[in-house]
């Protein structure tokens, strides 16, 4: 198969491999051997803003609509916040090992630098669910509905808009945000009845967000946190990720946006020119590495373990935190009635746990009564999971990724693993694959509907045909497709497959430019066959 990495090769962004040194130490420091610091002092508490005053008693009543105030022209909505905040301290998340036994008593404070489990297992943030359960699920639903479409800091951000479930501690001047999330949920009209015979199909549109791709959704969460971190004097200098283009466009933009340097490892030649120049143009410090996504996740913890500079990775849960807010704002956005399939495509994994804890979070607490199905789609060219779902969940092995249009899925071994599976054992989920034919296709097909899909939504589309062929998926079934990332992004492989010049691809949706002669006769031929070809027939 032809690769898009050709152009990438030749291309003027193409950055050489550049050894980095050894060792950094922070300027008047003792050499820093790991960065997992315990808390030292406590932190000046951080206040939680609430629009209606509360108590123990669990209101059963909608909040007062928002108070409208006029904001001074000397005033900027950080300030406006500050001045209209009712702050009470009433929610608490921290980090515990990740489905730990319940009796254990392992916590750390978010403001910690911990990525693992005294074990080594991932960690997670826990709320505190007993604090949360004093509201009820109307109270929340109404709560999270009333901060839509607008600007008010930091609610205007889907993300932030939830902010009591995701990191409820953090003082609202620390936020760094875009006013991400709030994506489009569309309905997918005439894909659905033309290809798959569905009335009830939606594509969450998480590509139309700041930086391209769903990894806003986490980034402003981590990147927030960070903020914190610095003004407590945590030995934090910057802030980095391995990337296959898309965490690595996120951390970069929301760094910049918060003048915190960011440093990201890119596998050489594996990412797409769009992606690649996101980094560059927020003034991040790019290194391509002759490795693969694999190893350059590898590198990346290795050297985070030793330097201060904080790892930005799914590994690290805070991620999860925002991104699980795409889930609440599906239910949010179907009136808080919940669908029967979400499907995902899975990479490094972190997302699919984000979304079943996004909808298990809004079971929990009342907002509705069931969760819906997941998908979790991988690129057969890099399927591990796929393969353990395949033995029944026996053993799992990591594989090599080979490459595939779907670049930023090209993953062999996927941090969250162990979330993924948790996630899907608990929804009764699935997981699918797609090879390059079917992933180019089913991109080729929504195209052609009006969506720009990504490669990745492509598998998840393929995901969809499969389940639907073999009636898994009923055409009534209320299904959202997850998009992850902005077409625009992808050009190449939509340039490659629609000039049929992909071997061992046929192609068969592929719409290449006509060349025609400028002249008016020969321009008027070709538009007379083509508009016959497309009159309406009457019998
Ligand atoms: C566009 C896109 N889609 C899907 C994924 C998969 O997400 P995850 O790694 O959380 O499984 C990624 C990143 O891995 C991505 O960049
Ligand atoms: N697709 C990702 C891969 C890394 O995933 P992460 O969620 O663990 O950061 C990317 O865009 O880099």
New binding site residues.
Partial sequence: MASSSTLFQSSPFSLNNTKTKPYYSLPNSPKPTHFTIKSQSQPTQPQINLTQSTNNNTPTTPPPPTTKHRRPADQNIRDEARRTNISQNLFSAKYVPFNADPSSTESYSLDEIVYRSQSGDLLDVQHDLTALKKFDGAYWRNLFDSRVGKTTWPYGSGVWSKKEWVLPEIDDDDIVSAFEGNSNLFWAERFGKQFLGMNDLWVKHCGISHTG?F?DL?MTVLVSQVNRLRKMNRPVVGVG?????????ALSAYCASAGIPSIVFLPANRISIA?LVQPIANGAFVLSIDTD?DGC?QLIREVTAELPIYL????NSL?LEGQKTAAIEILQQFDWQVPDWVIVPG??L??IYAFYKGFHMCRELGLVDRIPRLVCAQAANANPLYLYFKSGWKEFKPVRAQTTFAS??Q?GDP??IDRAVHALKNCNGIVEEATEEELMDAMAQADSTGMFTCPHTGVALTALFKLRNSGVIKPTDRTVVVSTAHGLKFTQSKIDYHSKGIKDLDCQFANPPMQVKADFGSVMDVLSKYLQSKAPKYH
């Fill in positions: 791709s990894k986490g990720c391995a990337s296959t283009g898309d965490t690595s466009a992606q996504f996740m930005a990775n799914s590994l991620r990479g490094n972190g997302n930023a899925i993953i941090v969250s």
